[in-house]
């Protein structure tokens, strides 16, 4: 336990956020759940006990709400990011001018710890731009927090994720299943896992300073993805690899519609694989034995079954 010290989490009301302010609440941490939308916030205060989980109101792109939640914090943890930009944000402004906002004001606070969340396949030389942001982000934390713990997750997944779930809708509504960059292979992780290692990150000083490279244990192809989806949805579609001319039609158009389901760049994101390099360091490190695909994923697809599926709490099996 970490007695009434606190913690301040931005982006914590998101997929990723809930599960790591939990966790944060149980290793007994006030927590200052930060983001532009505090009245979403508020739902999470069921995760700790009376008064222990606030929300705040706080923007990446602006200093003064920044500077005030993590003044006084003992851990920062920055989870918020843009997967494309939109008309209100910029990858630019969120994914690398924010990254680099939020580390230099945790350190004019003197926060003694900070944790920063970005992603597997960040590279200056990435192909799509969210790559590159992601990097260019990672490089100011850096200038700013020398002793940040980055994350870099492969695709995250869970109950609430836009990943497994979009291939049931898909399997759901559609007379065929759509499968974009189908040989690119990727290392889906369990939200719940990516949650316990950046909070123990952010609890454990020795641990500082190091870049985290976080896999599941199983490596998939977009295609392997697509024909699970639709074993556990039992659905019987035949699966329709997009021939990259085509996607890219596709995309210019679905970029510009709300909600953006399909983009050039994430196109570009899926000319290369995102899995975990074999030399690199990851759960086994933190003593994290990660979740697989198998054993978390068939309990929420079931909802995308004719007739739908069961309901419950969600436990997952290791």
């Known amino acids: 336990m970490s007695g009434n010290k606190t913690a301040a989490v931005l982006g914590g009301n ?7 302010v939990q966790c944060l609440a149980q290793a007994g941490y006030t927590v200052r759940v930060a983001s532009r939308r505090p009245d979403q916030s508020a739902l999470l205060r069921p995760l700790g006990r009376v008064g222990q989980v606030a929300p705040f109101y706080a923007s990446v792109l602006d200093d003064s709400t920044v500077a005030c939640v993590v003044r006084g914090a003992d851990v ?11 008309s209100a944000q910029s990858l630019q402004a969120v994914n690398v001018e924010g990254a680099g906002r939020v580390a230099r004001l945790a350190a004019e606070a003197g926060v003694a710890r900070y944790v920063h969340m970005s992603a597997l396949g960040a590279s200056a030389d990435a192909p799509s731009a969210y790559g590159r942001s992601r990097a260019a982000g990672e490089a100011l934390v850096r200038q700013f927090r020398p002793d940040a713990s980055l994350v870099r997750p492969s695709v995250i997944f869970g109950p609430e994720d836009k990943f497994f779930n979009l291939f049931g809708a898909l399997a759901r509504y559609l007379p065929f299943m759509p499968v974009y960059g189908a040989t690119t292979r990727v290392q889906p992780v369990y939200v719940g896992d990516v949650a316990q290692a950046v909070a123990q990150l952010a609890t454990t000083p020795e641990l500082a ?15 392997d993805i697509a024909e699970f989806a639709l074993q556990q949805t039992q659905r019987d579609r035949p699966v329709m690899r997009v021939p990259l001319a085509l996607a890219r039609l596709q995309a210019a158009v679905l970029e510009r519609l709300p909600g953006k389901l399909l983009t050039r760049d994430q196109l570009l994101m899926l000319s290369q694989d995102n899995v975990v390099p074999p030399t690199e360091t990851g759960f086994e490190v933190l003593g994290i034995v990660p979740r697989s695909v198998a054993a978390c994923v068939p309990f929420y697809l079931e909802r995308y079954r004719a007739g739908g599926g069961r309901s419950g709490v969600f436990v997952p099996q290791r």
């Open 14 to 20: 998101g997929f990723a956020g809930q599960y790591v």
């Open 76 to 86: 920062v943890v920055n989870l918020a990011a843009v997967l494309s930009s939109s």
């Open 209 to 223: 300073g190091r870049e985290w490279q976080l896999g599941g244990p199983d490596i998939m192809t977009m295609q």
